[in-house]
């Protein structure tokens, strides 16, 4: 069920173009190992902005990653992850996204959109839960929030792997995408 934005309380809500503060901010993921565990890891350069509406509906997000950044604590590994293997970071830098809705559902924001991995674009939802607004103890006004979605790694031509002699495949199809973000309000 979609709600209206009228219908919705969001204490501190402000209207304005928001930029992403990277140090208080993080671009995660984690996709199943072995079949038994699950990996995580992070993109280190990130930039995203917010241009929240006056109705909280209307608002757009735009966000990039750089794929030469990706961490997941094992640095053999994340060369890996920048070939061809995986994300071809030489030819395609960043993973890009660009909202095409907002929408609440069952009393839940969710952010629709569109992802780009490796020049493959496809549409995602991100389920979008507000962490709340508040002034830091320099008069900026900031708004945090979390944002969740599932995709399947093959969708986006990320189809390397290997199969196990126990059975299975080394590296899970679905992978994870955490979004923690706080972004300061920088044009009412």
Excluded at 40 to 57: N, S, Y
Excluded at 164 to 179: A, F, M, P, Q, R
């Amino acid at each position: 069920m979609t709600t209206t934005a009228t219908a919705i309380e969001i204490p501190g809500y402000r209207a304005g173009t928001w930029t992403i503060d990277p140090t208080h901010s993080e671009v995660g993921f984690s996709v199943r190992h072995l079949m038994i565990s699950k990996v995580k890891g992070t993109f280190e350069r990130f930039d995203a902005t917010f241009v929240t509406g006056e109705d909280p509906l209307d608002s757009k997000v735009t966000a990039t990653a750089e794929v030469a950044s990706i961490n997941t604590n094992e640095p053999n590994r994340d060369a890996h992850l920048r070939t061809n293997d995986f994300f071809l970071a030489e030819e395609y830098p960043t993973i890009d996204f660009a909202s095409t809705g907002v929408r609440v559902e069952d009393g839940d924001f969710k952010v629709d959109g569109d992802l780009t991995i490796r020049g493959v674009t496809k549409p995602v939802t991100f389920d979008f839960e507000f962490g709340g607004f508040g002034t830091d103890p320099y008069g900026n006004v900031k708004g945090g929030a979390t944002a969740k979605t599932v995709i399947d790694r093959e969708d986006f031509g990320l189809v390397w792997n290997v199969a196990l002699e126990t059975g299975g495949l080394l590296v899970g199809e679905k992978v994870t995408i955490t979004l923690e973000l706080q972004a300061q309000l920088v044009q009412d």
